[in-house]
């Protein structure tokens, strides 16, 4: 059986915890934006966008347009500059490609940590997002990893945790479950074969899983195996541009575990995520190299990203739900996920606004450890940015962890000091990377952060096929890429 991606992601033992000032703003979605920040952001924003302004502005004919992504809600002015960029044709592919590829856990900022030169050829003549891509919440692997390709929050998608349990029936979705009835919504791989295209996927979550006309051929649809050396990934995906002209697959996913391995381990600060960061450019090197050799890299739509960031946990920021006994006992069998994402389903007979109440009430006393910085929510009264109650599957408490916290049952001697994710989607910490460099990508352009369920459409827009509803902006390609002739 393939083993779980991404190991120990959430495990309780990478239990973290929550805060209530975490989300004093619940518009919609400038979550991603500081509100104190917000009209630095805009500033920020109107000079970014300049490059994406001027292609805008002939998508939509006019010179002024509201930014598609509802969630920045700034409106861009275009310049009068009449320099307009058009995408650029291909010169040897027959069809276009979208070689999409995942470095797990790549916070926003890694790529300054160190000289990253292949990794600085995709953004200095590509179109990367300023301030780092948003993941969806919970910020964890599967989750993200599922929105990415289906342009679905969890709550659509069904797939609302790395494992979690299916109250109607009981049955336990872990990241080895391949069963189709888990994972809802049409991954870009489904839509690409449906419409009589090819795909091939060197692992991603829901890729073994065999949806509509995608069966996870043979060849092109590998199982996952974390032990493949991450250059024999690479070798693999560039020999599917050896083939004829016909058969390369328009769409292509690659996957690589590091640095968020690393980053769970040490937390984002060590030495050790700078190494990560400079293998992670090596094998993009190996693959712009490839590429080249083949005369096909600027025919190639690369979009580089992660699914999530990470942060240090460390100093022993902890919360014990033990501690709550003179509040409520809340056994650990009622307890879905510690953290960072704490999800409690108490059993019938339980009303769970009771459970939220008496919790909040010992967390809020003062008397309990670190209690400030875990807020307990019915999952309808979380905050609707979150998107994140329109699901069966999602248990009715949850609990939103201060930054670097972590929840526990009980109190341990075990000292430990490492990384995690999963938090609040509004934490700069949680922030990944969006490097895109191909003919439908402007050179050298910014354009301002967003979340990452904007990536199906674009992706279908670059291939000129129809994708399935989702949460997406339909408007949000056109400010991104640039204007087919
Ligand atoms: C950017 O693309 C141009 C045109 O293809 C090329 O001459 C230049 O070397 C590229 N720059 C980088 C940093 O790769
Ligand atoms: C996983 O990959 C390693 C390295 O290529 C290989 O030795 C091993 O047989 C593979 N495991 C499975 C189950 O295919
Ligand atoms: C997300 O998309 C699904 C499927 O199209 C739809 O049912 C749902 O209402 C959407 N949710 C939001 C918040 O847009
Ligand atoms: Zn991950």
Request: charged fraction near 20%.
């Given at each position: 059986m393939p083993i779980p991606l991404s190991?120990?992601?959430?495990?309780d033992e990478y239990a973290s915890s929550t805060t209530?000032?975490?989300?004093?703003f619940d518009t919609d979605?400038?979550?991603?934006?500081k509100p104190s920040s917000r009209s630095t952001v805009l500033i920020i924003s109107l000079v970014l966008a300049t490059c994406i302004a001027l292609f805008a502005a002939i998508a939509f004919g006019f010179l002024f347009f509201t930014v598609p992504d509802s969630s920045t809600s700034s409106s861009i002015a275009s310049?009068?500059?009449?320099?307009i960029e058009y995408s650029r044709s291909l010169t040897k592919l027959k069809h276009p490609v979208v070689l999409l590829i995942s470095s797990d856990?790549?916070?926003?900022?890694?790529?300054?940590?160190?000289?990253?030169p292949s990794i600085n050829r995709l953004i200095q003549n590509g179109t990367e997002a300023e301030l780092g891509l948003i993941p969806v919440f919970p910020t964890l692997t599967f989750p993200n990893h599922y929105s990415i390709v289906t342009g679905l929050y969890p709550a659509y998608h069904g797939?609302?945790?790395n494992y979690f349990t299916?109250?109607?029936?009981g049955d336990r979705f872990s990241m080895a479950s391949h069963e189709p009835k888990w994972w809802l919504g049409e991954p870009l791989w489904e839509t690409v074969v449906n419409q009589g295209l090819k795909a091939s996927t060197y692992?991603?979550?829901?890729?073994?899983v065999h949806k509509g006309s995608w069966n996870c051929p043979k060849d092109y649809c590998m199982f996952y195996?974390?032990?493949?050396?991450f250059e024999e990934r690479v070798d693999t995906v560039l020999k599917y541009?050896?083939?004829p002209a016909s058969e390369i697959p328009s769409f292509m996913t690659l996957y690589f575990e590091d640095p968020d391995h690393q980053g769970h381990k040490v937390?984002?600060?060590?030495?050790q995520i700078t190494e990560a960061i400079v293998e992670v450019d090596k094998l993009i090197g190996r693959l712009i190299l490839g590429l080249e050799q083949r005369g096909v890299f600027e025919d190639v739509n690369i979009i580089l990203l992660g699914d999530h960031g990470m942060v240090g946990t460390c100093d022993r920021k902890l919360i014990f739900l033990d501690d709550l006994a003179k509040w409520i006992e809340i056994p650990k069998?009622?307890?879905?996920?510690?953290?960072p994402l704490l999800a409690i389903r108490p059993p019938p007979g339980y009303s769970s606004k009771d459970v939220v109440a008496k919790m909040n009430e010992g967390l809020k006393s003062?008397?309990?450890?670190?209690?400030?910085y875990l807020t307990v929510y019915l999952k309808e009264e979380l905050?609707?940015?979150?998107?994140?109650?329109?699901?069966?599957?999602?248990?009715p408490i949850i609990g939103l962890i201060a930054e670097g916290f972590k929840v526990e049952q009980k109190r341990s001697k075990r000292q430990e000091c490492g990384g995690a994710h999963g938090y609040d989607?509004?934490?700069?910490?949680m922030r990944t990377i969006f490097f895109a460099h191909g003919p439908r990508f402007g050179r050298g352009c910014k354009v301002p952060s967003f979340e990452n369920i904007q990536i199906y459409n674009l992706v279908t827009t670059i291939l000129g096929i129809q994708g399935a509803?989702?949460?997406?902006?339909?408007?949000f390609p056109q400010g991104v890429l640039l204007p087919s002739h």
């Open positions: 190991t120990k992601e959430d495990d209530k000032a975490l989300l004093p979605y400038s979550s991603t934006q310049s009068t500059s009449t320099n856990g790549f916070r926003f900022g890694y790529q300054y940590k160190t000289d990253v797939i609302i945790n299916d109250p109607e029936t692992f991603w979550p829901g890729s073994e195996n974390e032990s493949v050396p541009f050896d083939l937390g984002p600060d060590d030495p069998e009622w307890v879905q996920s510690y953290s003062g008397n309990v450890e670190n209690g400030q905050p609707s940015r979150l998107h994140y109650s329109s699901s069966y599957r999602i248990p989607n509004a934490f700069f910490s509803s989702n949460n997406g902006s339909v408007s």
